[in-house]
Every structure is written in C-alpha cells, then in structure tokens.
C-alpha cells in the first residue's frame, strides 16, 4: 500500500483535451488504471480506447472509477473540481491553472464537508514510483524507494527527484500539493500523510515563500515527527512585494519569507539545505 | 499561526482610489464628493463646484500617499490648482503623477479600518474591522492584533448579518454607527466577491462629526486569474513603462518579474527558476529577473524569452536551466540554436540542460558560441563569473 495513490486506484480523466490525452497515456503506459474520461457531449464514444462519458456521474456508474486527474481549462475547471467531489471520489487532482481564486475559496468550502483528497490545483500530481501515477511527472526522475516527497513546485520536484534517484534514494510517494494561494491538499497534512505511511522511511520536503504552509508543516513535525527529514526553500533571493510566478510565492508584510521558513525547520530539529544538490547528502547524514 | 497581516496577498490588478471609490459608491457605499483632474485647470474647476475645502490627492499606485506629500488640503479653488500643479507630472516613490482627485474634505470625527481579503491557511476570506483607523494597520496587526476583530464567512453563504454585528460588538464599534458600519462591511464583502477581489479595503472609514460615515481611502487589488470575468476591471489595468516587459511576457504566457542584478534567468517552472535565482545569488551574483517560460517550451517560447531578457540593457550574461520533463532537451536545444542563428547575443549564454534527452541536447550545442555546464549550481556560478567579466558597454542587443 502507498499513499492516496495505489494498486486500487481507478482514475477517469475530466478534460481529454490534447494533454489529458497525452497524459492519460503515460499514466497508462506506468501501469496507472485509466478506467474512463469525461467530455459533455462526447458520451457513449471513445478517445484512444478511453470510453467517453458526459457526466463524472455516468462514469463512475459504469467504471466504478475512485479517483479523477483534471486537465479542463481554469474558467470551467472549479465545475469540474465540483462536480468530481459530489461523486464522493477519493482522490481527485486537479492539474489546471490559473483558476480564479474566488472559485477556489468556495470548493475548498465543499471539500471540508466531503472525506474526498484533492490534490492541487495548479500542480503536477503524485507518483508512487512502481505503483502508478496520478499525474503529469515525468517517470525517468523517479525510482521507487523509502523516501517521502512533499513539493509547492513542479520542475523543481523533478529536478530533486531526479537527484535524490541518482544517489540510490528511491521514493514512497511524491505529492506536488501545488503552487496556489489555496489548495486542497496543504503542506502539512501531506506531510502527515507521509508522516504515517508504513512504507516512507524518511522525508523531504520542498517549500517555497509565500503563506505560511512551511512554518505549520514544521510545527506539526516538532509535535508528531517520527522519521527523519530534511527541507528545502525556493525563493531565498526573492525581493519582497514581486509574485515569482507561483500565484502563492510572495513575500508580503513580512510574512511568507525564506528566513522564516528556514528557521521554523531547523527549530523542529530538520536540516534545510541551502541548494537542492545538498538534499541527499543532508539525508545520508540523517539516516545515519 | 499569526493571523492578520500574513494573510495580505500581494496585488494583481491595483486599482486607483477614484477607481476604488467609483465601485464603493456603485454597492451603496457613502464617498466623499469629488472628481479626477488630469490638470491644475480641471484640479480647480472640482474644487469649485465642490466648494470649501478639498483635498487634493495624487493617483498612484504607491502606498503611504500622505508621509509622501501626495496628499494635500486647499482652502479654495486657487490653491486646489496650485496642490494639483505640483503634484501632477511629479514622481512620487518611483511613480509618476498623472491625474489627481479632488474630495471634499470631511470633518472627521474618527476613524475605522475595515478589510476584507484572504486567509490562506484557513482557506476562508478574512474579515477585518478595527477602530484603529487611518493608520498603517499592519503595524496595528503585529504591534496590537487584540484591536482588530476578525471573522472568517463561508464564502459559499457571504457576510451573515450577526457575523457582521459580531465584528461590530467585538473592535467596540460604538452604537450610534453599528448600524452603518455592519452595512458598509456586508456591501464591502459583496465587492469583494462579485469583483474577485484579493483585496478590498476602506481605511479610514470616517466617521463624520454629524454621525454618518464616509469612505476615506480605499484599496481595490484584483485577482488577475479572473480578469476574463471582470472586463470593466480588466480595462482599469495600467501599465507603467517598467512593466512592460512583465506584460509582454504575460500576453505570450510566460511569466517575467524584472529584479535588480545583471544575471538574465530563463527557465522552466516557478519553483525551479527561483531555485535558480537562489543559486546565482550563492554563486555571488544577482538576477535580472525572473522568467519562467512554462512546460512543454518550444522554440518559439525559447525565443521570445531571450527576446524580453536580451532587451534589458542591464543583462551581462544569459542563464538557461531547462530541467525536462515533459520537455525535451533537445528540442530546447535546437530552440536556442535557430535564435542563435538569428539574434547574435551580445552578451554570453550560459546553458544548462538536464532530464529527458538532455545529453542529445547537450550534444546538439556543443561548438557552439555558449557555455553548457551539467548542473544548476555550475552553471549558476559560470553565469556570474561571466557577468562580472563583462565590461558595461558590452550589454547591447546586436539586431
């Protein structure tokens, strides 16, 4: 078993436009159980062998899916959201960006009152190398492992996935929770996700300024960490006031800053290295 | 968790006062009487149809206005052209003066503050209401947080009446203005929603010496993700002449901040290239900008990225760390090649490519007049060696 993403999983594909096509073939291709895809109109036909439903509804009748990745465009993509949360799915990832974040607000009132994990938006997805993937990353950084990876970025996941495979150390899961001011699934209960799963072993976590997502997630660590860990923090240079292309990544009054972030770690006792290449030497140390 | 001020986002789309104002007053919210001048002429034909004293305040998208002197009181309409003559075509913090408005100025009795605007953390809208008025409330938040009142609506129900009065009662709002000033907040909330606001805000609310209320100030910050919905706002977007590289780039769909240093940035994903920013700055350096050209980056994307990064005078050196994904290296590769052929750059390229076929691509450039280097971290640092190298006249685009 590994997390929110597993043997069990049965994914439709909301939006089977040119990148939920592609995407719902690499998915496929890792061993991922693309059961069906959701375009209005399009019901009762089929997309590269993908039968096609109108309603997330009709999908999940006839596939018994469990879990949706959405790619439909930021206008529409809180419908979607919506709609795959009054299904009860279990996971839904919601890839798009963009999205207003009014709409957001208001789905993230929704989702209090459903047991449904969204993942996202405006993010790459979850991997659990070996396992399957709900999501966008490419499958060469990843290799399965012991390591839990929790990230706000997506190149960026991939380039320390990419080094932390290089050094032998392999995944558990990789959550990209994503880039947004609001999100389904915050830093620190991904953490925590990752915190209890059986098959991680240790813990990496990836954060970026803006919010105070890192410093929550550092004192949850503080009070319930079981597993070694170590951070990493973008946006060390960043000068105060400027949106560094992630709609949450900027400092403001103050708050959100590298400096805060980095200390909130190392008082829960967790090495934050100063560039990603440190990352897995900080790890051996932990774990030796 | 501190709440409060951490919970200010950053603006989008800032909108002017007059502009703020025009939106209050469009949700039934009392202002002051007034008008915008582009002119000292038009400056004092408001304040004559105004009358008696006016306040002359200057239209631009800083902070702190009045510390600045952007903010001044005239008796009659012959010093409402004087304040407006010395204002307008001024630069107040880095921002010319291009308009002013002239109010009526108020006899004020007191101030409120009132806000509405994110909470991340608690994925709510924040409510805020203090009697602290008229001064920097940030300041208030850190200093003496206990005085502003907060509340967190469903976003899905809006401002109820007793939260509202709950807000009211709790910063100690007295009663002869408890009633006004719980219908300006639930009308303040209900622009916040129906114009997707990040930020809406009155400080100060006067309170005025015969008891009514009247906005003062306000701040309107637009989130930009919903400007497709929004088109009266949208139109209210300016753009001042440092921008407009950030707006080029936005248009093609790429995102670009301008920054301080001399070290150009092109990369992909907003994590990675401030992770690249991060390392030219351990390296010793300091950006230019940053640019994030986004997944999937074609030739084309490649160009004009180098295009907006080559046309700021102050870049002495390139750095391009593309990490492929879903991206291929050598398709990046052969992106930079075709604007090699084409451009010319003046200033040396520093490349990094790693991830999906970035040994093909890494292949594809080598002979070629640029430096290739394996990792962030060396390339960061060959990227400030060569900056540092470059003399200042060197950083010319050859067309």
Known sequence: MSVLVTERSRVIVQGVGREGRFHAAQMRKYGTKVVAGVKPGAGGTSIDDLPIYNTVHGA?????ANASIIFVPAAAAADAILEALDQELELVVAITEWIPVHDMLRVASVLARTSTTLVGPNCPGVISPGKGKVGILPIDSFS????????????????????????????????????????????????????????????????????????????????????????????????????????????????????SKVEAFRTAGIPVATRPSEIPQLLREQLS | MPDGADTIEAPPVKLHEFQAKQLLHD????????????????????????????????????????????IKAARNAH???????????????????????????????????????????????????????????????????????????????????????????????????????????????????????????????????????????????????????QPVLAAMKEVSAIDLNEEKAREIGFSYVRLDGNVGIIGNGAGLVMATLDAVKLAGGDAANFLDVGGGAKEEVVKAALEIVLSDDRVRSVLINIFGGITRGDEVAKGILDVLAEMKPAVPLVVRLSGTRATEGRALLEGKPLTSRATMDEAAAEAVRLAKAAPAVAARRSA
């Open chain 1, 60 to 64: 999940v009748e006839a596939t018994d």
């Open chain 1, 144 to 259: 399965s492992g012991s390591v839990g990876f929790v990230s706000r970025s997506g190149t960026l996941t991939y380039e320390i996935a990419d080094l932390l495979s290089r050094e032998g150390f392999g995944q558990s899961t990789c959550i990209g929770i994503g880039g947004d001011p609001i999100i389904g699934l915050p830093m620190p209960k991904a953490v925590q996700l990752l915190n209890e799963d059986p098959d991680t072993r240790a813990l990496v976590i990836v954060g970026e300024i803006g919010g105070t997502d890192e410093e929550d997630t550092a004192a949850y660590l503080r009070a319930f960490g079981t597993k070694p860990a170590v951070a990493f923090i973008a946006g060390l240079s960043a000068p105060p006031g400027k949106r560094m292309g992630h709609a949450g990544a900027i400092v403001t009054g103050g708050q959100g800053t590298a400096a």
């Open chain 2, 27 to 70: 949700a039934g919210i009392p202002i002051p009487k007034g008008g915008v001048a582009y002119s000292p002429e038009e400056a004092a034909a408001v304040a004559t149809s105004l009358g008696g004293t006016v306040v002359v305040k200057a239209q631009v998208h800083v902070g702190g206005r009045g510390k600045a002197g952007g």
């Open chain 2, 79 to 229: 010093e409402a052209r004087e304040h407006a003559a010395s204002l307008l075509g001024r630069e107040l913090k880095g921002l010319r003066v291009e308009k002013v408005l002239v109010e009526q100025a108020a006899n004020i009795a007191r101030e409120l503050y009132l806000g509405v605007t994110l909470d991340r953390a608690r994925r709510r809208p924040v409510v805020m209401l203090s009697t602290v008025g008229g001064i920097d409330i940030e300041e208030v938040a850190v200093s003496s947080p206990e005085k502003i009142a907060r509340g967190w609506p469903d976003p899905l129900l809006g401002l109820q009446p007793f939260e509202a009065r709950g807000l009211a009662f709790g910063a100690g709002v007295p009663v002869e203005q408890r009633e006004a000033v719980v219908d300006v907040l639930r009308r303040l909330y209900g622009i916040f929603t129906a114009k997707d606001c990040t930020l809406a805000e009155i400080n100060p609310l006067f309170v005025v010496a015969d008891g009514t209320v009247l906005a003062g100030d306000a701040k309107i910050d637009v989130d930009d993700n919903a400007l497709y919905r």
